[in-house]
C-alpha cells in the first residue's frame, strides 16, 4: 500500500489525515525499522506492507466504535503499538495507554513516544494480568491486536473497562474464540453486542472485531493467573 492509496484508504473510514500526522507515521516507520534490527519488533519491514499490515489495519478499529470525541484507551499487549500508538496519531484527542510485559519494547514505545511528541500517552511496563489486578474500570475503551485466545485475553481486559465502556479485540477469524462464552459472559458481567467482519485490501486476510460492552462492576476473581500473553500472528 502506497501512500497515496493508505491516505485514500483512511478517506473510506472517514479518517480526517494532514501532513503532520504523515510525518509521524513515516517517523514511527522509521523508528520501528531502527529498532527492528536489534531486536524483534515485527516481520513486516517493507514499507508498503507496514503500511497496509500494521497501520491501515490498525485504523480499521474505527469501524466498531467512535474514536473522536475524548475516549480513554488501553491497548493490552501492544507490542510495537499496535494498535494503540497508531490511533494515538490518527486521533489525539484519545487518552492511550500501552501495556506491554518486555522492558525492550517499552524503551522503544518511549522513544516513539519522545520523537513523535505524543501527549496523553502512557506507557506500562506490566503483564496484563497483574495490570488487571491492579487498575479496575479506568478506560472507556480496552483493545488489543493478534495477542491471547478471547477467552483469556478477556478476562485480562474486562476487569479495566468503565461501566458500560467497551472491550473490543482486533483479531483475524474469530469464529471458534467466539464460541462458549455465555459463562464468561456472565461472570464478568458483559454484554455481546455485535461483530464487525470486513477483508483487508489486496486479500491480505479476514478481520474481526468483535464488541462487548460492561454492565456493571465486576465482582469476580478475575483475572486469573496465566502465563505472560504474546502477540501471534493474524
Avoid at 105 to 120: D, G, H, M
Avoid at 149 to 177: D, Q
Wanted: glycine residues 4%; contains cysteine; aromatic residues 10%.
Amino acid at each position: 500500500m502506497i501512500i497515496d492509496e493508505f491516505i485514500n484508504s483512511l478517506k473510506e473510514l472517514n479518517i480526517e489525515i494532514d501532513s503532520n500526522k504523515l510525518k509521524q507515521l513515516e517517523k514511527y516507520y522509521e523508528l520501528l525499522i531502527k529498532w527492528n534490527e536489534k531486536m524483534n519488533l515485527t516481520g513486516i519491514t517493507k514499507k508498503e506492507e507496514v503500511y497496509l499490515k500494521h497501520f491501515y489495519d490498525s485504523s480499521t478499529f474505527v469501524k466498531a466504535i467512535n474514536l473522536k470525541e475524548n475516549l480513554s484507551l488501553c491497548d493490552i499487549g501492544t507490542g510495537a503499538g499496535f494498535p494503540g500508538i497508531v490511533l494515538k496519531i490518527l486521533f489525539p484527542n484519545l487518552s492511550v495507554t500501552l501495556v506491554d510485559s518486555l522492558g525492550k519494547r517499552i524503551s522503544f514505545l518511549k522513544e516513539v513516544k519522545q520523537e513523535l511528541q505524543l501527549e496523553k500517552l502512557d506507557i506500562i511496563e506490566a503483564r496484563a494480568e497483574e495490570y488487571a489486578k491492579e487498575v479496575r474500570e479506568m478506560y472507556d475503551i480496552v483493545t488489543s491486536r493478534a495477542v491471547a485466545h478471547l477467552h483469556i485475553l478477556m478476562e485480562y481486559s474486562i476487569p479495566l473497562v468503565k461501566k458500560n465502556g467497551y472491550f473490543i479485540p482486533m483479531k483475524g477469524n474469530a469464529e471458534e474464540e467466539l464460541k462458549d462464552l455465555d459463562k464468561l459472559k456472565k461472570e464478568l458481567n458483559v454484554k455481546y453486542l455485535d461483530k464487525i467482519e470486513f477483508e483487508l485490501p489486496y486479500s491480505q486476510g479476514k478481520r474481526t472485531l468483535p464488541i462487548f460492552q460492561k454492565l456493571e462492576k465486576t465482582k469476580t476473581k478475575y483475572p486469573r493467573k496465566y502465563s505472560d500473553i504474546k502477540k501471534k500472528p493474524l
